[in-house]
């Protein structure tokens, strides 16, 4: 085995006889919360925008700038990095991920200290970014063959924690803020950003480490007691061998692209603006109620968005694949439907097309890389996936560009209260329309893309080597 292997190496990390398979979701989590830090960029925001950048009139753009770039970057690290982290296997994407994210957080913190902005966009965006990229992707592949009976279920818990991940660090970062003196306006608040950002690197740092530590690929030949897998064949759901070289050749690639894209634009479009839109709907005189109440929706959401990633993706597991897309995607579209013509006739309904259409957009992503399996097979699924996630970045610009951009010339047209809002919604139907058609247009991919099961051993050996 070469030198520079060692310890990151596949071929250390091939799990003893009677190792418990769930020992591997906990380790994918310990990943997953850590980067889901990224969704509580907004405590970070608004510090930064009262300390470092106070008296600049950008102050708003600026501060925003560092997670617009590392959500760019996650995707391009992914599509990037992909094919290596399936390569290398799971400690080494993990170990990478780790010291480009907890990075990010060091860099912030120089650059806050020493009044150099760039320094956090550079850091947390473009850093960090690639942190996130790598770490998004780097238990998939591990998972799906640890779980083979049950992928839905094994993909749903880690990337739930991608999602629940703001949970813990929204208050976290608030109270270190509050006890290093970050939230004080003005240079005098400088000091306490800069040591939250230290703190919050170091803790992540300890807490991903466990995870590459605690993280194992099953032996070969290894199947979960009582399970047999299908027969091999064309057809059968999870049988191929496909590059990710020629995932993107295929049309089953682009199909899935634009399904994931149009079903994130659709869920991201009320995240993103949430707070707005509930105080447009549904408008209280009180200042403190209306802030109060408008946070309240905008968490609530957050939760939806978590659990769905469990939920549903583990329902994907009995009803297959194709079939819970086309309940995201569907019932996704009638939910839009019914908020656009209810307006603000009823906050139940409201608040129930809400939360399932916010849980469906968290599903989408954690049910992603079991259809990936079923379509593309294990053999380089990860790679596949982090080039599927291209996606992701084009979604995370599109839906609250249609939101905002509509909303916003709407208010300066005077108009009042959910007709604001009407135009995006009926774009959003379109679009998730659009992405049903492509999920029913799917099938399995064609033989002449497989690799050949000489090749795949040939190659899983070498990775190992």
Not at 144 to 162: E, Q, V
Not at 185 to 202: D, H, N
Not at 243 to 253: D, G, K, L, M
């Amino acid at each position: 085995m070469a030198a520079s292997a060692g310890f990151l190496s596949r071929e250390r990390i091939v799990a003893p006889p009677g190792w418990s398979r769930w020992l591997i979701p906990p380790a994918a989590l310990a990943i997953h919360l850590a980067i889901g830090q990224a969704y509580a960029w907004t405590a970070f925001k608004t510090a930064l925008s009262g300390t470092v950048l106070s008296g600049n009139p950008s102050a708003g753009v600026l501060s925003a700038l560092p997670f617009q770039l590392a959500i760019v970057m996650l995707g391009i690290s992914a599509a990037v990095f992909g094919t290596k982290v399936d390569a290398r296997g799971p400690r080494w994407a993990m170990v990478v991920a780790t010291s480009c994210f907890v990075a990010g957080f060091l860099i912030s913190a120089l650059g806050v200290a020493t009044g150099q902005y760039w320094l956090v966009v550079l850091g947390y965006g473009g850093v960090g970014g690639i942190g996130l990229g790598i770490g998004y992707i780097s238990p998939v592949s591990t998972l799906i063959k640890w779980f083979p009976d049950r992928p839905g279920l094994s993909t749903g818990i880690a990337i739930m924690g991608f999602g629940g991940g703001a949970l813990i660090a929204t208050p976290l970062t608030n109270q270190l803020l509050a006890a290093f003196g970050g939230t004080t306006k003005g240079p005098a608040g400088t000091s306490g950003v800069a040591t939250t950002f230290l703190v919050m690197g170091l803790i992540y740092l300890v807490f991903m480490a466990l995870g590459a530590l605690l993280i194992r690929v099953p032996a070969e030949g290894w199947r979960p007691a009582g399970w047999t897998p299908p027969a091999a064949g064309a057809d059968v759901v999870g049988s191929a061998n496909v590059s990710a070289r020629n995932a993107i050749r295929t049309p089953q690639f682009w199909l899935l692209w634009v399904v994931i894209c149009f079903n994130v634009t659709a869920g991201i479009g009320i995240l993103e603006r949430a707070q707005d839109i509930y105080k447009d709907f549904f408008p209280v005189g009180v200042a403190v109620a209306a802030t109060a109440a408008a946070g309240g929706f905008a968490a609530l959401l957050s939760l939806a968005n978590s659990a769905g990633r469990l939920g549903w993706s583990s329902l994907s597991d009995v009803l297959g694949r194709k079939n819970m897309y086309r309940i995201y995607l569907g019932v996704g579209a009638l939910l839009y439907l019914a908020v656009t013509l209810l307006t603000d006739s009823s906050k139940v309904l409201f608040l129930i097309c809400a939360i399932l259409i916010l849980s469906f957009y968290g599903a989408g992503f954690a049910t992603l890389p079991a259809y990936l399996r079923d379509l593309f097979g294990t053999y380089q699924v990860g790679a596949i996936h982090g080039r599927l996630l291209t996606a992701w970045s084009v979604a995370g610009v599109l839906g609250p560009l249609i939101v905002n951009a509509i909303a916003d010339a709407r208010i300066e047209s005077g108009v009042e209260g959910p007709a604001r809002y009407t135009t995006a919604f009926t774009i959003m139907i379109v679009l998730l329309a659009v992405g049903f058609v492509c999920n029913e247009l799917i099938r399995p991919v064609n033989a002449r893309f497989h690799e050949p099961k000489a090749d795949v051993k040939a190659t899983t050996e070498g990775a190992q080597a």
